[in-house]
């Protein structure tokens, strides 16, 4: 028999780089796109459907301690209901205008440059979910196309669906600041900052930002099996995907959704200042050690088994052999970040393939046929 729980409760949960009070409060919403069409059939507890019963096959096994842990209740629980994710629902020449909700600078002082937590409000009009991105089109010129506006920059949401109020209502993007310093006077030159980080960063709660979107499919969460194993790697602000798969394993409740598998995250920052939603992932590592882990390479800070800077590549290495068998027994891994990232991490995987007597290139092939492969760098 299948029972839903609708309950009401207040928690305390982190948002950003502060602990805030949230009410999550069970509503009923009509969702309405402003004549966007979005698929979002109606889903009912009949357990003789294909769909429910292809997300019950599955037994969720957790301890007694995690099963009494609180979680946050969300809403409108509809934004479960569409088979398939939404996809471009403004687009460059339509983009919807959203508002900014808050910008916090998440790292500390002594962290190598800006990051900040940019919650917008979209009033429930341009669902996505966990794993895509917005486009953002800053305001101002092209000056490569005089009389036309920016190109749009694309931002992997940190969010869930529900955003960090746990309405549907709102998203988070997390942000670097992009300063050039120039090479020879070491002095910044503003003419050549990021014009969309620098926007977004400066910008005030009541601002007014366009985006579109939502955009990929790449990195969404396979749902289809609760028990599934999940490696995420990560360098700066690549963590934002992944902000919005733990939300959903551990902090949320979502009834059609009840996570009982690994997630495993491997964070590559500057120092400890540059550590992002580290209270956050902290947290799941006390609630949920047997199905959390969580490792940080900390390139200033730490040292590699030969002397030289911890990079996440290095941390991948030291668990290589348990990676491997994770990967052997179907398990997803991702990656997000810097697209710099990936040359010393394929080169790793590939050195320990070879001294494990396989060969990367057809193991590589495999991975992404299986669709356990999954990257988006930039």
Known sequence: MAHLAVSQVAVTV?????????????????????????????????????????????????SVQQASIPKVAVSPLEL?????????LYKPKEPYTATIVSVDRIVG??????TCHIVIDHAGNVPYWEGQSYGVIPPGENPKKPGSPHNVRLYSIASTRYGDYFDGKTSTLCVRRAIYYDPVTGKEDPSKNGVCSNYLCDSKPGDKVKITG???????????????????????????????????????????????????LFLGVANTDSLLYDDEFTKYLKDYPDQFRYDKALSREQKNRDGGKMYVQDKIEEYSDEIFKLLDGGAHIYFCGLKGMMPGIQETLKR??????????EKLAQLKKNKQWHVEVY
């Not at 479960?80 to 996809?87: G, K, Q, R, S």
């Not at 499919?217 to 602000?237: F, S, V, W």
């Not at 949320?252 to 996570?259: I, W």
């Open 214 to 264: 939502p955009s990929g499919k790449i990195m969404l969460l396979p749902e289809d099996n609760p028990n599934a194993t999940h490696i995420m790697i990560a360098t700066g602000t690549g963590v934002a995907p992944y902000r919005g798969y733990l939300r959903r394993m551990f902090m949320e409740d979502v009834p059609s959704f009840r996570f009982g598998g690994l997630a495993w």
């Open 109 to 114: 002082p002594k962290a190598p440059g800006e």
């Open 352 to 361: 320990v393939a070879d001294q494990r007597g396989e060969r990367w290139e």
């Open 80 to 88: 479960e209901d569409a088979n398939d994710p939404p996809l471009n």
């Open 14 to 62: 982190p948002i950003g780089g502060e602990s805030s009070l949230r009410r999550a409060v069970f509503q009923s919403h009509n969702i309405n796109f402003h004549d966007k069409s979005w698929a979002a059939p109606t889903l009912t507890l009949d357990l003789k459907t294909k769909d429910v019963r292809l997300k019950n096959r599955y037994v969720v096994c957790m």
